[in-house]
Protein backbone atom coordinates (compact mmCIF):
# COMPACT_ATOMS: atom_id res chain seq x y z
CA UNK A 1 0.00 0.00 0.00
CA UNK A 2 0.90 3.25 -0.66
CA UNK A 3 0.07 7.14 -0.53
CA UNK A 4 0.77 10.15 -2.40
CA UNK A 5 1.09 13.11 0.74
CA UNK A 6 1.22 16.92 0.62
CA UNK A 7 3.17 18.43 2.90
CA UNK A 8 5.22 21.84 3.25
CA UNK A 9 4.27 22.97 -0.36
CA UNK A 10 5.80 19.32 -2.03
CA UNK A 11 4.43 16.29 -2.45
CA UNK A 12 5.41 12.87 -1.50
CA UNK A 13 4.83 8.79 -2.07
CA UNK A 14 5.26 7.25 0.77
CA UNK A 15 4.92 3.78 2.15
CA UNK A 16 4.57 2.04 6.09
CA UNK A 17 8.06 1.64 7.00
CA UNK A 18 9.42 4.10 5.19
CA UNK A 19 11.97 7.24 6.37
CA UNK A 20 10.81 10.49 4.82
CA UNK A 21 12.83 14.27 5.33
CA UNK A 22 10.31 16.80 4.98
CA UNK A 23 9.84 20.81 5.88
CA UNK A 24 10.46 21.22 9.17
CA UNK A 25 7.30 20.28 11.34
CA UNK A 26 6.89 22.22 14.79
CA UNK A 27 7.26 18.47 16.45
CA UNK A 28 8.81 16.75 19.33
CA UNK A 29 11.00 14.01 18.83
CA UNK A 30 9.16 11.17 19.38
CA UNK A 31 5.90 12.56 18.38
CA UNK A 32 3.14 11.15 16.14
CA UNK A 33 2.04 13.25 13.52
CA UNK A 34 -1.24 13.00 11.35
CA UNK A 35 -0.32 14.28 7.75
CA UNK A 36 -3.82 14.68 6.58
CA UNK A 37 -3.53 16.33 3.02
CA UNK A 38 -3.64 12.49 1.00
CA UNK A 39 -3.82 13.26 -2.43
CA UNK A 40 -3.81 9.41 -3.65
CA UNK A 41 -4.11 6.17 -2.09
CA UNK A 42 -3.02 2.93 -3.91
CA UNK A 43 -3.56 -0.36 -2.56
CA UNK A 44 -2.09 -3.11 -5.41
CA UNK A 45 -4.76 -2.41 -8.46
CA UNK A 46 -7.32 -0.10 -6.66
CA UNK A 47 -5.92 3.39 -6.59
CA UNK A 48 -8.24 6.44 -5.36
CA UNK A 49 -7.87 9.86 -6.56
CA UNK A 50 -8.69 12.65 -4.84
CA UNK A 51 -10.32 16.17 -5.95
CA UNK A 52 -8.34 17.53 -4.29
CA UNK A 53 -7.81 15.07 -1.48
CA UNK A 54 -8.71 11.71 -0.81
CA UNK A 55 -11.75 12.20 2.38
CA UNK A 56 -11.19 9.50 5.21
CA UNK A 57 -7.67 9.15 4.38
CA UNK A 58 -4.76 10.03 6.56
CA UNK A 59 -1.17 8.71 7.24
CA UNK A 60 0.53 8.13 10.82
CA UNK A 61 3.94 8.96 11.26
CA UNK A 62 6.59 9.34 13.73
CA UNK A 63 9.23 12.19 14.32
CA UNK A 64 12.51 10.32 14.66
CA UNK A 65 14.77 13.42 14.04
CA UNK A 66 15.47 17.00 13.30
CA UNK A 67 18.00 18.71 11.30
CA UNK A 68 19.44 20.86 9.14
CA UNK A 69 20.69 19.59 5.24
CA UNK A 70 23.39 20.33 2.92
CA UNK A 71 24.60 23.96 2.24
CA UNK A 72 24.19 25.23 -1.06
CA UNK A 73 25.87 27.59 -2.19
CA UNK A 74 24.89 30.71 -3.79
CA UNK A 75 27.01 33.09 -6.20
CA UNK A 76 25.60 36.20 -7.97
CA UNK A 77 28.29 37.80 -10.24
CA UNK A 78 27.31 40.84 -13.31
CA UNK A 79 29.59 40.75 -15.80
CA UNK A 80 32.18 44.01 -16.33
CA UNK A 81 30.26 45.68 -13.38
CA UNK A 82 33.11 44.56 -10.39
CA UNK A 83 29.93 42.93 -8.26
CA UNK A 84 30.41 39.68 -7.07
CA UNK A 85 28.14 38.21 -4.41
CA UNK A 86 28.87 34.60 -2.23
CA UNK A 87 26.05 33.30 0.22
CA UNK A 88 25.04 30.34 1.18
CA UNK A 89 21.76 28.11 2.85
CA UNK A 90 21.26 25.36 5.07
CA UNK A 91 17.48 24.16 4.78
CA UNK A 92 15.71 22.76 8.01
CA UNK A 93 13.98 19.04 7.75
CA UNK A 94 12.37 16.90 9.90
CA UNK A 95 12.75 12.96 9.43
CA UNK A 96 9.49 11.19 9.76
CA UNK A 97 9.28 7.05 9.63
CA UNK A 98 5.77 6.32 8.31
CA UNK A 99 3.79 3.62 10.46
CA UNK A 100 0.36 3.47 8.51
CA UNK A 101 -1.70 4.34 5.92
CA UNK A 102 -5.61 4.65 7.30
CA UNK A 103 -8.32 4.20 4.57
Given at each position: ?9 KQYKV ?89
Open positions: MYAVVKTGGAPGEKLKVEQIPADVGAEVILDQVLMVGDGEAVRVGQPTVSGATVKATVVAHGRGEKIRIFKMRRRKHYQKHQGHRQNFTELRIEAIVG
